[in-house]
């Protein structure tokens, strides 16, 4: 575990800034406390604290997913995040959304809650048992995730988090080939949406 340059607490990687204050210094790693300290200073804003920084909520199978919340102050407004941790350093789902200053911070965080509630509600992988193995399928022809780099492999291929869970390029090809001659439309969009 690292140590915040600031205030020597220890921190995970997923809870930590890297700053760099002048052009040719090196950069340094704050906790995220520290860093929206620093950031709400610089800016002449208020740094909201004193909110819950952990989260449960059910999903469509009322299964718990606990999350842990953070907020981030940058110069464009704050960025709220959701994140599941799971076992290892593996992460499930991530809710994101955005503040602007003039944004009520209590009102942002029920946003954030009611993204996490919408995400929760369905799911776009379908599981079943054939022959002994387990396949999956896309629900409803229509799939929505997050990309991630793949780190098992040596060049920049993609993975992706649907429903909570890790699939590979792979996977998710094998899961589209039931599709072979039909259209398809891809549409990316920015993590707050």
């Known amino acids: 575990m690292d140590k915040c340059k600031w205030c020597n607490k220890k921190f995970d990687e997923d809870a ?8 040719n210094e090196p950069s340094m790693l704050i906790c995220n406390k520290c860093y929206n300290e ?3 200073d610089l800016l002449n804003v208020a740094n909201c604290e004193g909110f819950e920084e952990e989260a449960t909520f ?12 953070i ?40 946003m954030l809650y009611k993204k996490i509630e919408n995400g929760l509600s369905r799911k776009f992988i379908e599981k079943e048992i054939l022959y002994g193995r ?15 780099w793949d780190g098992r492999h040596e060049e920049n291929i993609p993975k992706f988090i649907i429903d909570g869970e890790e699939y590979s390029l792979n ?23």
């Open 16 to 23: 930590m800034v890297s700053l760099s204050l002048n052009e």
């Open 38 to 40: 620093y950031m709400a």
């Open 58 to 69: 059910k999903d469509c199978d009322d299964l718990d997913h606990t999350f842990q919340i």
């Open 71 to 110: 907020k981030r102050i940058s110069p464009m407004g704050g960025l709220w995040e959701a994140t599941e941790f799971l076992d290892g350093d593996k992460i499930g789902y991530l809710f994101s959304i955005h503040q602007d200053f003039e944004d009520n911070p209590n009102e942002t965080l029920k």
């Open 134 to 148: 387990e396949h999956c399928g896309l629900k409803n022809e229509k799939v929505e995730g997050r990309i991630e």
């Open 171 to 193: 996977e998710i090809g094998r899961m589209i080939m039931s599709y072979e001659g039909w259209n398809f439309k891809l549409e990316i969009t920015e993590q707050t949406e």
